[in-house]
T-cell receptor, first 117, second 114 residues
């Protein structure tokens, strides 16, 4: 069975601090996708990144960066120089990679990030 | 390109009633998935439709059902509503092409059962 664990329930930081959100996953599949989504107060889930299980390269997009380590089954997300607008709930998710199994995301419990000015 | 549209945004129903929620996916997307979000259980997968067929199903009772139309629009129905069905119901659409599996979510329908 697939499982995603986000151990940090809530994190509070002051603006301009760096913050890392942890994600640990479990799966017996050798091919899978990992995702991060942001959920602002309005409710919709905003897609941030998808990572294929074969691609362990770290990725940077502006102030966001992701560290994927297959050896520890982790896919951590770092926000550099956090801003108040980063305040939201962040979800890590996992899915199988083959179309014939359909699209089903298994989500972690989410981490509430509060950035104070 | 218009995003995923869910209607209605808010709904209040009484126990025992039934409800139908609607989701219009992004144009060209053929896969539509539904998720339930509650404070206690988090985000849970309900089911997924592709080409008018249910392709995947989560662990929810038969009171929860759905369908997809030929234009990829989808509806989900919950019959005999219970208080515990109060939740944010999110719909996601996906292009469902090999290597292109991002799910794009709508703003959700917030259902309150009283």
């Amino acid at each position: 069975a697939q499982k995603v664990t986000q151990a940090q329930t809530e994190i509070s930081v002051v603006e301009k601090e760096d913050v890392t959100l942890d994600c640990v996953y479990e799966t017996r599949d050798t091919t899978y996708y990992l995702f991060w989504y942001k959920q602002p107060p309005s409710g919709e889930l905003v897609f941030l990144i998808r990572r294929n299980s074969f691609d362990e390269q770290n990725e940077i997009s502006g102030r966001y960066s992701w560290n994927f380590q297959k050896s520890t089954s982790s896919f951590n997300f770092t926000i550099t120089a956090s801003q108040v607008v980063d305040s939201a709930v962040y979800f890590c998710a996992l899915s199988e990679a083959f179309m014939e199994y359909g699209n089903k995301l298994v989500f972690g419990a989410g981490t509430i990030l509060r950035v104070k000015s | 390109k218009a995003g995923v549209t869910q209607t209605p945004r808010y709904l209040i129903k009484t126990r025992g009633q039934q409800v139908t929620l609607s989701c219009s996916p992004i144009s060209g997307h053929r896969s539509v998935s539904w998720y339930q979000q509650t404070p206690g259980q988090g985000l849970q997968f309900l089911f997924e439709y592709f080409s008018e067929t249910q392709r995947n199903k989560g662990n929810f009772p038969g009171r929860f059902s759905g369908r997809q139309f030929s234009n990829s629009r989808s509806e989900m129905n919950v019959s005999t509503l219970e208080l515990g069905d109060s939740a944010l119901y999110l719909c996601a659409s996906s292009p469902d092409r090999e290597g292109d599996t991002e799910a794009f979510f709508g703003q959700g329908t917030r259902l309150t059962v009283v």
